[in-house]
């Protein structure tokens, strides 16, 4: 793996899973690392380094926050060279069972959370003409399930923020790539981390059974959160990174799934589809 550890990393939600996995291999290999999370303590105990590395404590849904977040990033390194949005928030439910407040967490960490550092950072990264904004989706944002909802739009909408994005900074130097993983054994199926609605109705029993599955897959994934690192780190070091990227076998085959299906229903449909013109 080829690297260049002058770089800068800024990454949120580094306190657990994959954030913190990465946030560790980079210090191990000699980046800089400024990361976030609610508590900076929390997060500097968590990676158990120092030297290199600046924790904070932000709340992604607040812009003033994010945004002297990253003004003390570059106040202490000088600089920032790639933004990885890996904070995450999961929400399980039906629409019918789901309130407005409950689908506003969602979108406020992984949707707005992700804006806030993204806006705040482009003037940077466009005064050094170059930089490499990594967001982490979720294979439920490309092929969604039964009971996640929420969820999935929120991740839908990264998905379609990142591809807009790269072609919107694209003249400035500065790369986009968006990342959809599958399941991988981290903390995201813990309380802490994956919230279902309140309200459960018993008539949706399909959402019920689905979320009772996803309770006993936890570290059975197939995902192994030590070698993410290695792959987030070669899109960086990479000149020609992909906008999309599905991380994991399981989030391939249900990328694949999907894709055929969207084909053959664009074949099915394609003489209603055309109808429409004048």
Known sequence: MNTNQSKVWFVTGGSKGLGLSLIVKLLDLGYSVAATSRDAAQLQK????????LPLAVDLADEESVRTAINSAIAT????????????YGIGGSVEELTNQEIKDAFDVNFYGT????????????????????????????????????????????????????????????KVTVVMPGGFRTS????????????????????????????????RQSGDPEKAPDVFIDLAENPNPPVRF???SDAVKRA????????????EWKITSKSTDF
Do not use: C
């Not at 390194?77 to 995450?88: K, T």
């Not at 940077?124 to 739009?153: C, D, E, K, M, V």
């Not at 309380?191 to 309770?215: G, I, Q």
């Open 46 to 53: 968590a990676v158990g380094r120092t030297g290199n590395f």
């Open 77 to 88: 390194f000088g600089r920032i060279d790639v933004i990885m949005n890996n904070a995450g």
């Open 115 to 174: 804006i806030n550092v993204i806006r705040a950072a482009m003037p940077h990264l466009r005064q050094q003409s170059s930089g490499h904004i990594i967001n982490i989706s979720s294979i439920a944002g490309f092929a969604p399930t039964t009971g996640w909802a929420a969820y999935s739009a929120a991740k839908a909408a990264v998905i379609g923020l990142s591809e807009a994005l790269a072609e919107d900074v694209k003249e400035f130097g500065v």
């Open 188 to 219: 995201f199926l813990k309380p802490e981390s994956l919230v279902l609605s309140e309200n459960k109705m018993p008539e949706y029993t399909l959402v019920r059974s689905t979320h009772e599955r996803y309770k006993t897959i936890d570290g």
């Open 246 to 248: 599905f991380m994991g």
């Open 256 to 267: 694949w799934e999907k894709t055929e299906a969207t084909i053959e229903n664009i074949k």
